[in-house]
DNA sequence: GACCAGGCACATC
DNA sequence: GATGTGCATGGT
């Protein structure tokens, strides 16, 4: 049996096309952007990351290295920068700590065992650490996001108040757990979202997927 | 000027 | 365990 799931990634990639993400030169550089953009638009974040490029920051042992108030001034403009500059460096001091500086540790890891790991973090969340699992450390799991679980809300698949891992768990348990479709699928319910399924100005009626 | 954006930790009840 | 609040920039 083909799930609805399934059918509606069909019908969306074949809408949108791929979607190419997630925007980055190396799994470091993914894991940075995921804190960074944490409730914040993508396009703050690039900003952020390009200080952070410009200054040859994006490695783990410079990055580690400079004053937690210059971080914090570097990535101001991805917002939360107070918040951000202490988050991005508990992560790296786990990224040392616990990984050595590599993805050698992390790669003979379980994804589940990971998540966990990534979760002990503070500044770290499921969106967050999936988002490092899937688009950096190349890990089948689903990322849920705001997007997501409008969209999902907005045709009957879930309740307002349904949870991160319920929502994570209906993907999950239906499709094949396959890194390339969870990162397009993730990222085209986004863009549907940005187009058909904001929060007010919906345009539900001429959604892709009533069709 | 209001609303929104690829969350999370923490306080309080 | 639910619910509320602080964190902040830049685009529409």
């Given at each position: 049996m083909v799930s609805d799931l399934y059918l509606i990634y069909k019908k969306l990639y074949s809408h949108f096309?791929?979607?190419?993400?997630?925007?980055?030169?190396?799994p470091f550089e993914v894991m940075i952007g995921a804190i960074l953009t944490q409730n914040t638009n993508w396009q703050n974040v690039e900003r952020a990351i390009d200080n952070l490029r410009k200054k040859s920051l994006l490695e783990p042992k410079k990055l580690y290295n400079i004053p937690v108030e210059d971080l914090a001034r570097l990535i101001r403009?991805?917002?939360y920068y107070n918040v951000k500059a202490k988050r991005l460096r508990e992560f790296l001091k786990f990224y040392f700590d616990a990984w050595k500086g590599s993805l050698k540790k992390p790669s003979l890891l379980k994804t589940a065992r990971l998540r966990e790991l990534l979760l002990?973090?503070?500044?770290?969340?499921p969106e967050t650490a999936d988002s490092i699992l899937l688009?950096?450390?190349?890990?089948?799991v689903f990322v849920v996001d705001a997007y997501t679980k409008r969209v999902l809300f907005r045709h009957n698949f879930?309740?307002?108040?349904?949870g991160y891992d319920e929502i994570q768990n209906l993907f999950m348990k239906d499709l094949k757990k396959n890194v390339k479709m969870f990162n397009e699928y993730h990222a085209l319910l986004v863009k549907l979202g940005k187009v058909?399924?904001?929060?007010?100005?919906?345009?539900c009626e001429i959604c892709p997927l009533r069709e």
């Amino acid at each position: 049996m083909v799930s609805d799931l399934y059918l509606i990634y069909k019908k969306l990639y074949s809408h949108f096309g791929p979607q190419a993400w997630w925007p980055a030169e190396s799994p470091f550089e993914v894991m940075i952007g995921a804190i960074l953009t944490q409730n914040t638009n993508w396009q703050n974040v690039e900003r952020a990351i390009d200080n952070l490029r410009k200054k040859s920051l994006l490695e783990p042992k410079k990055l580690y290295n400079i004053p937690v108030e210059d971080l914090a001034r570097l990535i101001r403009p991805a917002g939360y920068y107070n918040v951000k500059a202490k988050r991005l460096r508990e992560f790296l001091k786990f990224y040392f700590d616990a990984w050595k500086g590599s993805l050698k540790k992390p790669s003979l890891l379980k994804t589940a065992r990971l998540r966990e790991l990534l979760l002990s973090v503070k500044g770290i969340g499921p969106e967050t650490a999936d988002s490092i699992l899937l688009y950096a450390l190349k890990r089948p799991v689903f990322v849920v996001d705001a997007y997501t679980k409008r969209v999902l809300f907005r045709h009957n698949f879930i309740k307002e108040n349904a949870g991160y891992d319920e929502i994570q768990n209906l993907f999950m348990k239906d499709l094949k757990k396959n890194v390339k479709m969870f990162n397009e699928y993730h990222a085209l319910l986004v863009k549907l979202g940005k187009v058909y399924c904001l929060k007010r100005k919906a345009k539900c009626e001429i959604c892709p997927l009533r069709e």
